[in-house]
C-alpha cells in the first residue's frame, strides 16, 4: 500500500523500483558517490530463480521489473529521483535518496530463513 504522502505521486512499480535503487545504493560496492550528491548504481543484483538478495534481504523478483524498465526510468528521471541513461547508467538523486516510499518493509524481507 503506497504512503499517503507521496508527493512525487509515484504509482505501485515506481514506489518499489525507487525503493529497491535506494536499498541497493546502501550496499557495499553497488554505489559511488558523486561530487553532486547523486549516488550512481555500479551493480545490480543477480537473480537466483524468483527472487535476488540485497544485503540481508530477499527480494521478490515480481518486485523487481521496473530496475529494468525504460517507462519507469524515465518517469523517475522527470520526477528528479533519478538521474538515468538507459540502459547504460542510473544515478539516485539526494531527493530519491531521501524520498519515503513508505514500503521497504512490504517488498524487503528480512528473517524468515533465506
Not at 554505489?31 to 548504481?41: E, W
Not at 538507459?86 to 533465506?114: E, F, V
Request: no cysteine; charged share 15%.
Amino acid at each position: 500500500m503506497p504512503p499517503k504522502a507521496n508527493p512525487a505521486k509515484l504509482n505501485a512499480l515506481q514506489l518499489r523500483t525507487l525503493t529497491l535503487l535506494q536499498a541497493i545504493a546502501r550496499l557495499p560496492n553497488a554505489g559511488v558517490l558523486q561530487a553532486n550528491g547523486d549516488i550512481a548504481i555500479t551493480a545490480f543484483p543477480h537473480a537466483h530463480g524468483d527472487h535476488f538478495h540485497l544485503g540481508d534481504a530477499v527480494v521478490r523478483g515480481a518486485d523487481a521489473t521496473g530496475l529494468e524498465n525504460q517507462i519507469v526510468w524515465n518517469a523517475l528521471s522527470r520526477k528528479g529521483l533519478i538521474r538515468a541513461e538507459w540502459p547504460h547508467q542510473i544515478a539516485l538523486t539526494p531527493d530519491g535518496q531521501r524520498y519515503d516510499t513508505g514500503i521497504a518493509g512490504q517488498i524487503l524481507h528480512r528473517g524468515g530463513g533465506h
